[in-house]
């Protein structure tokens, strides 16, 4: 079965931090690129963070210096650090990879930060 296992995510004051995991199955094969995209409330689902197989990443400017990705490619496993976080960050975080053929999404996790 094709999946993507997701975790980390929960509430966290202002300025506090969370580490967002995400891991595909074996089974899923002809990645090329995982990311982190989010979507909050009445808004699009946009881009955070990806990062390809040879360790090239990309930000949104919005968490630039504050969120950091990573990935294994030997566990086909994508983790995002966030640091320093805002009320603003607060949405459901979704995993994605991109591979050759049918890119996959995970389900979401909420992230919600408090004032």
């Known amino acids: 079965q094709e999946q993507l296992v997701e975790s980390g995510g929960g509430v966290v004051q202002a300025g506090g931090s969370l580490r967002l995991s995400c891991a595909a199955s074996?089974?899923?094969?002809?990645?090329?690129?995982m990311g982190w995209y989010r979507q909050a409330p009445g808004k699009s689902r946009d881009l955070v963070a990806r990062?390809?197989?040879?360790?090239?990443?990309e930000y949104a400017d919005s968490v630039k210096d504050r969120f950091t990705i990573s990935r294994d490619n030997a566990k086909n496993t994508v983790s995002l650090q966030m640091n320093s976080l805002k009320p603003e960050d607060t949405a459901v975080y979704y995993c994605?990879?991109?591979?050759?053929?049918?890119?996959?999404w995970g389900r979401g996790a909420q992230v919600t930060v408090s004032i």
């Open positions: 074996g089974s899923i094969l002809g990645i090329v690129r």
């Open positions: 990062i390809t197989n040879d360790g090239r990443a």
């Open positions: 994605k990879v991109d591979r050759i053929g049918r890119d996959i």
